[in-house]
């Protein structure tokens, strides 16, 4: 069984013999979430995966969140139930691109999104999540030019907070958050006036939703663009009887729990990340008990990615 309190059990027991600690982000599957000792978005994890004091962390989740993990405790042993679970975004730039880049923009200060592989984070200077963007950017000098990468939807969300025009924004994008477009998101807020929406800044229907709120469609204060783990903070707060939903689907299982009584509804059900599902009951159960996959971060990389993953833990609530 992989749920209820024998499921509970297993894991836990395997997690105690070697001293292990288990961590899901919210797009796990639901029987991963419940089992897990802590739930999070990219930012908790990464916070609690630096402060832990189990031997081993078993990351639920994809293959960058493991190397941060990793970066962060390199004296740990840090396991990803299945280290084919990548990430379309984190693939949309190489360290080789990054490096043609800068040396378009001499002086440019490089802001990474978490979702980057580790050789990426060693050419970088600070990295952030989508929950501290707009604090990591405004921590860097307004005169200073900034290289903003890779997500060119949540590079667009901070120009706009911060108002900064020196920023240039890679091209790269997350294929589930930028199939959730503005058309789905338009017809689901005229079809449920009430509701609010709660609008990841990956998606590629973040413009519509400020569009939605600026032509009076849906009131502004209606409108929130937020991190996953800011999402369950607005759902913890929220007086709405129906929320929409904007980011993937493995979202809703946190959100309903926090808040029972509201209605949560998928912008667009089909966005199930695939790399996030391949972390299965099963995988999990292997890699306690035969300490599969372990993650590896060359450790001249790592101590080249350390201080930009470490700013970036440092900055924001
Ligand atoms: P957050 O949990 O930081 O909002 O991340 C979203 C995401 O796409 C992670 O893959
Ligand atoms: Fe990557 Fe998108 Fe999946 Fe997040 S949801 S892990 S950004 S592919």
Not at 65 to 92: F, H, Q, R, Y
Not at 249 to 255: A, D, E, S, W
Request: proline share 4%.
């Amino acid at each position: 069984p992989t749920t209820g309190a024998d499921w509970a059990e297993q894991v836990h027991a395997l997690a105690r013999r070697r001293n292990a600690v288990v961590l899901a982000h919210n797009y796990q599957l639901p029987e991963i979430q419940d089992v897990a000792h802590h739930v999070g978005d990219s930012l908790a994890l990464s916070r609690i995966a630096a402060a832990a004091d189990a031997d081993t962390i078993v990351f639920c989740g994809v293959h960058f969140m493991a190397e941060t993990a990793k970066i962060l405790a390199p004296e740990k042993t840090v396991l990803i139930p299945d280290a084919a679970a990548g990430c379309s975004l984190a693939d949309s730039i190489t360290a080789d691109e990054l490096r043609a880049w800068k040396a378009e923009h001499p002086g440019a200060v490089v802001v990474s999104y978490v979702n980057t592989t580790a050789a990426v984070k060693a050419e970088t200077d600070v990295c952030c999540t989508s929950s501290n963007a707009v604090e990591v950017v405004e921590s860097i000098p307004a005169d200073k030019e900034i290289l903003f990468l890779p997500d060119q939807f949540l590079g667009a969300h901070v120009r706009r907070v911060t108002g900064r025009d020196n920023i240039h924004v890679w091209a790269g994008e997350c294929h589930v958050h930028a199939g959730i477009n503005g058309a789905e998101l338009t017809a689901k807020a005229e079809a449920d006036p009430d509701a609010e929406l709660f609008v990841h800044p990956e998606c590629g229907c973040a413009t519509s939703a400020l569009y939605l709120a600026t032509a009076g469609a849906v009131p502004a204060e209606r409108v929130k663009i937020l991190s996953t783990g800011g999402m369950l903070d607005a759902a913890r707060e929220t007086g709405a009887k129906s929320v929409l939903v904007a980011t993937e689907v493995g979202m809703l299982h946190q959100l309903r729990r926090a808040a029972p009584e509201v209605d949560f509804r998928a912008v667009n059900e089909r966005a199930s990340c695939p790399y996030m599902k391949m972390i299965t009951p099963e995988k999990l159960v292997r890699s306690l008990r035969e300490g599969t996959d372990e993650v590896h971060v060359d450790p001249e990389l790592a101590a080249r990615g350390r201080e930009a993953v470490q700013r970036m833990i440092a900055i924001g609530r």
